[in-house]
């Protein structure tokens, strides 16, 4: 044990040592979180503020966009300043707490999806009893339940996985710490726990999809037998960004589960960690503004209260 080296950093490797194209990957990441934090940000106010999108539905969207917020908050910031500044480390305590945090988020918006899906299902397919059932209280306590199932997941996963030191090696092939990355470099134990802990993960995320998809099911076969187009198309608004934001959430998550660990640096491994990290909070705030006709005529309703107000500003 006296020969061993225990790491107390770790080295973030970059695709390319070309100085001009880590700036080039830093102003590209820059632009890509500019723009989710913007959506995102933009999609909570529109909520927040305009009284007609006070309902169950838009309350559970704001928390989502919120959290994608916070999830792209965690990771590309140090990105951005790693490829600008050209430095590669990151130390043990920020590679945990970033692992947390990115896990405390993915889990609750797994658990806030399903909370969506039997939101629209009781909407769509029991309207009747959906006034009885859903109450704020309700929307209340299964946010809460949310962040606290995840709070404990993510600390039995990142406890599990940094509960020996690192002795390998402390190079991580990717721009973040990324779980399969630390997990590859962990001891023994540790990857024999955290498979245990990662398979029982990946049952429940898949009893989560299989709900929510048996109620998207439903929901849509009632749908079409509505009488009445204009109550087809409103409910078809209202579910096909949830449902479009459910496969964008299932692809990034089996993207990052599936496609195997990098053994070094290349532009495929980039792209797909792109993919599950940043593209879902860059794209839901522009599926919901796009394919959901309230929030954007809160969005009109926004810009014009905007406008006017910096019309008269300029004309005072």
Same mark, same amino acid.
């Given at each position: ?16 040592? %070309? ?46 966009? =919120?959290?994608?917020?916070? %999830? ?31 896990? +405390? ?9 399903? +909370? &969506? ?9 029991? #309207? ?7 109450? #704020? ?26 509960? =020996? ?53 439903? &929901? ?26 459910? =496969? ?5 998550? %089996? ?9 070094? #640096? ?11 990290? &940043? ?22 309703? &926004? ?14």
């Amino acid at each position: 044990m006296d020969n061993l080296t225990i790491f107390t950093e770790f080295l973030l490797m970059d695709v390319t040592g %070309s100085r001009e194209l880590q700036v080039l990957q830093g102003v590209l990441f820059l632009v890509i979180y500019l723009g989710a934090l913007t959506g995102n940000l933009v999609t909570v106010t529109v909520i927040v503020t305009d009284t007609r999108l006070h309902s169950p539905m838009y309350f559970f969207i704001s928390n989502v966009a =919120l959290i994608d917020l916070c %999830s792209i908050l965690v990771v590309v910031p140090k990105a951005v300043v790693n490829s600008m500044t050209g430095r590669k480390t990151i130390s043990l305590t920020g590679c945990a707490a970033q692992i947390f945090l990115y896990t +405390v988020f993915a889990a609750v918006e797994i658990a806030l999806l399903v +909370v &969506m899906s039997y939101d629209r299902y009781l909407a769509i397919c029991h #309207p009747l009893h959906y006034g009885l059932i859903i109450t #704020p209280s309700l929307c209340s306590q299964a946010t809460a339940g949310s962040w606290a199932s995840a709070l404990v997941y993510s600390a039995i996963h990142t406890g599990a996985l940094f509960r =020996l030191p690192f002795t390998k090696t402390n190079v991580i092939q990717q721009y973040f710490c990324d779980i399969p990355q630390i997990l590859g470099i962990s001891a023994s134990d540790v990857q024999y726990s955290e498979y245990v802990i990662l398979a029982l993960c990946v049952c429940i995320v898949l009893i989560c999809h299989v709900f929510i998809f048996i109620s998207y099911i439903n &929901m849509f076969s009632t749908v079409l037998k509505f009488q009445s187009v204009e109550a087809r198309n409103k409910a078809i608004s209202t579910c096909t960004p949830q449902l479009a934001i459910v =496969l964008l959430f299932l692809t990034s998550g %089996s993207v990052a589960v599936l496609v195997p660990t990098a053994k070094e #640096p290349s532009l495929s491994n980039l792209l797909t960690a792109m993919f599950y990290t &940043m593209v879902p909070p860059l794209v839901n705030p522009i599926i919901y503004c796009l394919r959901n006709r309230e929030i954007n005529a809160a969005l009109q309703r &926004m810009f014009n209260r905007c406008s006017q107000f910096l019309f008269k500003g300029f004309l005072d």
